[in-house]
RNA sequence: GCCCAGGUGCUGGAACUGGUAGACAGGCAUGGUUGAGGGCCAUGUGUCCAUUAGGGCGUGCGGGUUCGACUCCCGCCCUGGGCACCA
């Protein structure tokens, strides 16, 4: 009986495809493009496992489904190389990490090869590789000599603004800028010396250095950007982080807000996804009011999306950092406030949030006069008021506003009813938007939505306030106290940053003797000896994981020029991704950033299209299964699954390969754990039974299952076809092993339908219609399936 | 709390715009082939009633629209994910 012998055959084809260089394509053709992208990984040192391939086979089937359909297809593959675990590595043996990196992606590549990928590996990229992260840097210096002109509502060369500044100062002037931007005239900035020009300007530039506060995570030694930080946890390795001012460079992705919002619609991207980012840049419609404080000149402002509950107000409250805090406090509350503002200082982003029951504040003394009612409203400050959101003070309305009556409650302040509505019990305000307004002056009788728009138009007619939009989305800090990474081609002369000359470009990263802080808590960079321009330091900071991330993918378009990113010929033919595959993990990462970059560069003039990406998948993540056997606490004895319940036992994660539906080899499980050798092990049935959950794969649960083994046992197509069947690739899914003999019997079959012992045998007769219904029905079943997914 | 997905046999999952629910595969069962095991082949497998023929009931729960509903509408329950002192 003749055989598929798989090994020989993909052995074949692979070195045939390598060797003709079949998926190697040309910057031009007569044919329609088309572009299929995946993720790029970082090459970690475990290597791949079953989980990583799926979007990887997923593009790879839409690839090649594109090039039969007469499509010239673009489908490369590069690493993102740069990133913590190499250089954590590196801080405990001392390798350098490009050469921990440079193992791993080999590993990488062969594993890839190994699964039959068309990839047009002759445009490899690696984010960590000098000929690229040159053109990083270049990017960062144009964005760094940008301005967002909110008139234009574009990027424009920082130039321009200049120019404006000379002829008629910054009042004209509607721009993307720090906040505290003063108005200056011409005559004004004129008179500027060097480096008060420099650091104006900074508050313009889309990229920028200031004195911000930061998510420091004293564990990895470095600062990370929001969407680092879960739960006031970093995102990698689960280290605390707490807030702290230091001067940091920082993106002006916030300029961006608006369109990173509207480009959504634009796009064929999961709803979820869209979601998340709607979520995180979380725009409100609302307006800012002055609250004038009583026997002073000073007001405070407040963003609020309803001012229809604005009789509502019984109290004002500050944020602790608020800058009006220490000019309105009273000599009799000056001792209360200060303590309290002290002790909000010091608690860490997560007691705050940890705490959030408990309910703190502190009277100012002063009083604020309602605008409309004319009334007297005690003005607090309390920290469930965020100083980074809108203006940092609220108007509080209890009887809407859940935190406010709590707060009031707690307190013991007033409690207005402003809605016919409203349900208001001991322990619930009511947010209605139904009803009538009532108490309210002039607002009487109407809806909340009608009192909404006449608020707004009221408050703008007597002059103490504007319709307003506000946003979540911070500015991206975007330094990291680390090694491995784009050194920022900075440089400091006078204290001004200066930076490097483009014909310098790339600044190489320095080689250093140990991959720590210095002993005076500078980055490591700061170890390296000469590491300066012409006698002036440079910037100890490198960039963060998502920069190189942010623009890779047009680089694949034309990955070998040394005189531009990608030049004009390339990005006019392929122009944007039409097919991108992979996790919905980077929603508010890489997703957001690279969107944000391709809009830059789409305003600069440099590429043509505003969204890199039309189409976007998100394959679901593979669970490991995870095995477990059952030590009884405090002994040398384990249980089986089904006896756990009589004993306290503890659960031992035992590695998937000693178990086989879930009865475990104790013979191989005693070598693989020596303590356990002399153990007792008390079955059921004569087996000794595992339990077994979900979790994440990862070595160290054990229950990695490697592409390699099951490569060299069944082939890489049955491999393939197997994790195409395991369901929906949007779902996340535990991996299990068990179905795929179904899909190997499969191609057995298919194989001997067309062989004679080992010989290729077709038969001559004309097909049958009953055949060619069969066929073409096949064929189109296939299409539908390849097009829902890529359409 | 708010916002997204989703809920179909023992299991993974099919079912295009409303038209024979459960394709395909795994598992299980029975039989064949084999010295044995494995492999391979065949048959069966939603559920209940019935020896058969056949019939009743079935897509989380309750209601509705329709000649006809897994599919559309309303309410509820559950699971997964996201956001969350965001004013």
Redesign the pocket.
């Known amino acids: 009986m003749a055989e598929y012998n798989f090994s020989a055959l993909e052995k074949k084809w692979q070195a045939d495809w390598k060797e003709n260089k079949i998926y190697e394509v040309a910057n031009t053709s007569e044919k329609p493009k088309y572009y299929v992208l995946d993720m790029f990984p970082y090459p970690s040192g475990a290597g791949l496992h079953v989980g990583h391939p799926l979007g990887y086979i997923a593009s790879d089937i839409v690839a090649r489904y594109k090039r039969l359909n007469g499509f010239h297809v673009l489908h490369p593959m590069g690493f993102d190389s740069f990133g913590l675990p190499a250089e954590q590595y590196a801080i405990q043996t001392g390798q350098h990490p490009a050469v921990t990196t440079e193992t791993n992606i080999n590993r990488y590549k062969e594993q890839l090869e190994a699964l039959g990928f068309s990839y047009d590996w002759s445009r490899e990229v690696r984010t960590s590789d000098p000929s690229f992260y040159k053109w990083t840097q270049w990017i960062f210096k144009l964005i760094y000599h940008s301005w967002y002109n909110n008139a234009s509502n574009r990027a424009e060369s920082i130039e321009t603004l200049i120019a404006i500044l000379d002829k008629e100062g910054n009042a004209t002037i509607d721009a993307a800028c720090d906040d505290d931007t003063p108005v200056i005239t011409s005559e004004e900035w004129k008179n500027y010396n060097e480096k008060e020009k420099a650091s104006f300007l900074l508050k313009y530039r889309l990229t920028y250095l200031s004195e911000t506060t930061v998510n420091w995570c004293p564990a990895l030694g470095t600062v990370l950007s929001n969407d680092e930080v879960k739960d006031g946890y970093s995102e990698r390795g689960g280290h605390p982080v707490v807030k702290k001012n230091m001067p940091q460079w920082s993106m002006r992705i916030t300029a961006y807000a608006d369109r990173l919002l509207s480009g959504l619609d634009t796009i064929d991207w999961p709803?979820?996804i869209k979601?998340?980012q709607r979520?995180?840049i979380?725009k409100?419609y609302?307006a800012e009011i002055d609250f004038q404080i009583e026997n002073s000149e000073e007001k405070i402002r407040v963003?609020?999306?309803?001012i229809d509950t604005i009789f509502g107000v019984t109290f004002m409250v500050l944020?602790p950092e608020s800058k009006l805090v220490q000019v309105i406090t009273t000599a009799e509350q000056q001792e209360a406030v200060n303590s309290y503002v002290e002790a909000a200082k010091n608690r860490s982003e997560r007691d705050?949030?940890s705490?959030?029951k408990n309910i703190t504040g502190v009277f100012t003394g002063s009083y604020a006069i309602h605008p409309f009612s004319g009334e007297k409203v005690p003005v607090w400050i309390a920290?469930?008021?965020?100083a980074g959101?809108?203006t940092?003070a609220?108007?509080a309305?209890p009887s809407g506003?859940q935190?406010d009556f709590d707060f009031a409650k707690h307190f013991d302040l007033p409690i207005v009813r402003i809605n016919d509505a409203q349900h208001i019990t001991e322990t619930e305000a009511d947010p209605t938007k139904d009803g009538k307004i009532i108490n309210s002056g002039f607002l009487d009788g109407l809806s909340p939505k009608e009192a909404i728009e006449k608020g707004i138009s009221e408050v703008e007619t007597k002059g103490i306030g504007i319709r307003k939009v506000?946003f979540?989305l911070r500015d991206a800090i975007f330094g990291r106290q680390r090694y491995w990474g784009e050194p920022i081609p900075v440089y400091y002369s006078d204290e001004i940053p200066k930076l490097i000359d483009d014909q310098k470009l790339p600044v190489e990263l320095p080689s250093i003797d140990e991959y720590l802080p210095t002993e005076d808590g500078d980055p490591p960079l700061g170890r390296a000896s000469d590491w300066n321009h012409e006698g002036n330091a440079f910037e100890l900071s490198t960039m963060p994981g998502w920069a190189g991330s942010s623009w890779y993918f047009f680089r694949y378009m034309d990955p070998k020029n040394e005189e531009k990113f990608c030049s004009e010929d390339a990005l006019n033919y392929w122009q944007d991704v039409d097919f991108y595959m992979g996790g919905s993990e980077h929603a508010?990462g890489h997703l957001l950033y690279s969107r944000f970059w391709t809009k830059f560069l789409y305003d600069r003039g440099y590429i043509q299209v505003e969204e890199y990406a039309k189409k976007l998948v998100n394959q679901g993540m593979i669970q490991g299964r995870s095995s477990f056997a059952y030590r009884v606490k405090d002994s040398n004895k384990y249980v089986s699954y089904g006896l756990k319940g009589s004993y306290d036992v503890t659960p031992i994660h035992v590695d998937i390969s000693l178990v086989h539906n879930d009865v475990l080899d104790v013979a191989a499980f005693k070598a693989f754990r020596p303590d356990a050798s002399e153990a007792e092990f008390e079955l059921e049935d004569g087996k000794y039974v595992c339990g077994w959950e979900v979790e994440k794969m990862s070595k160290s649960k054990y229950n990695v299952v490697n592409p390699d083994e099951l490569v060299e046992r069944y082939g890489a197509d049955t491999l393939r076809m197997y994790e195409m069947?395991?369901?929906?690739i949007e779902?996340?899914?535990p991996w299990n092993t068990?179905?795929i003999?179904?899909?190997f019997?499969?191609l057995k079959?298919f194989w001997a339908l067309f062989h004679t012992h080992d010989q290729l045998d077709l038969s001559e007769d004309p097909a049958t219609k009953a055949e060619l219904k069969i066929l073409h029905g096949t064929i189109k079943k296939i299409a539908d399936d390849v097009e829902s997914l890529s359409l």
Request: aromatic share 12%; glycine share 14%; charged share 25%.
């Open positions: 709803a979820p979601e998340i979520n995180w979380g409100s609302g963003f609020t999306t309803r944020a705050r949030m705490d959030a920290d469930y008021v965020l959101y809108g940092g609220v108007m309305v506003d935190r506000n979540k508010t069947f395991l369901g929906p779902a996340s899914k068990n179905g003999e179904g899909v019997k499969f079959k």
